[in-house]
């Protein structure tokens, strides 16, 4: 469905609109990012205020019904013994570096790597949203339907993945830009948690991938407000602000 819907905007929720080249004529997908119980309150990488971004999105989807040509919920989704949890490395600072070969898989003590091609920085999170356990489902107060498209990331063990589109290394991509092309998507509305990681990680791959990106910052929260003014004003000089 193709409306202009974007260009005459007055929705109070939208805050801030990150965006790409809007020619407001466009195939449209409503992503959320990582609403689950892990990042709610009470959850165990609780965001502050992250519940108050729930009604702001399906308000969004709501309002919207008919100009949003397909919804698409993130779901972090770790192993117990994920390389990113605190536990699994302990008397570690709160951040540690990580090696991988060229293939993508981490130097380790089962992997010696002869030679290093990659380096990333990986920041340590309490044990969060593992597989098939309660803090790893939706909030229940998110409006789901079975229609939506779940994308899950973070299931490799020994990579993290930020990124709805792929994991921190760039090393494997999740089904998320093949189905958004099969859907003919060129624009992506982002929300969800948090503002200043997997939302800002994943609408930099968004446009990096050539998708017009909007994030909608009143229905997101950041992890810390220091990232989260860090993580915007990175977005706003990528792009510009039109409608
Ligand atoms: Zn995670």
């Known amino acids: ?43 165990s990488l609780a965001v502050t205020e992250g519940d108050q971004v729930i009604p702001v999105i399906n308000n969004i989807r709501s309002e919207y019904k008919a100009d949003i040509s397909l919804v698409v919920l993130s779901q972090d989704w770790h192993c117990s013994d994920h390389i990113s949890f605190a536990s699994q490395h302990k008397g570690a600072g709160q951040v540690i570096q990580l090696s991988y070969d060229k293939s993508g898989s981490l130097c380790d003590e089962n992997n010696s790597c002869t030679e290093v ?5 990986q920041h340590l999170w309490p044990d969060h949203c593992v597989i098939n356990t309660p803090s790893a489902n939706f909030s229940h107060n998110l409006t789901h339907e079975p229609s939506d498209l779940v994308v899950r990331k973070g299931y490799n063990c020994k990579v993290d993945s930020y ?71 990175d977005m706003k000089s990528k792009g510009n602000i039109k409608c």
């Open 1 to 43: 469905m193709q409306r202009n819907i974007w260009c005459g905007l007055k929705l109070s929720a939208i805050i801030f609109i990150l965006l790409l080249d809007l020619t407001c004529t466009r195939q449209i997908a409503l992503l959320i990012i990582d609403v689950q119980n892990c990042f709610l309150p009470g959850g």
């Open 117 to 121: 091609a990659y380096n990333l920085t």
């Open 163 to 233: 990124s709805a589109f792929y994991d921190n290394g760039g090393f494997r991509h999740t089904e998320l830009h093949d189905k958004l092309k099969e859907a003919g998507i060129d624009a992506l509305i982002i929300t969800g948690l948090a503002r200043d990681y997997c939302v800002y990680y994943t609408a930099m791959a968004s446009k990096t991938l050539g998708y017009e990106t909007y994030v909608v910052l009143d229905a997101t929260r950041p992890v810390t407000k220091e990232t989260g003014d860090s993580a915007v004003a």
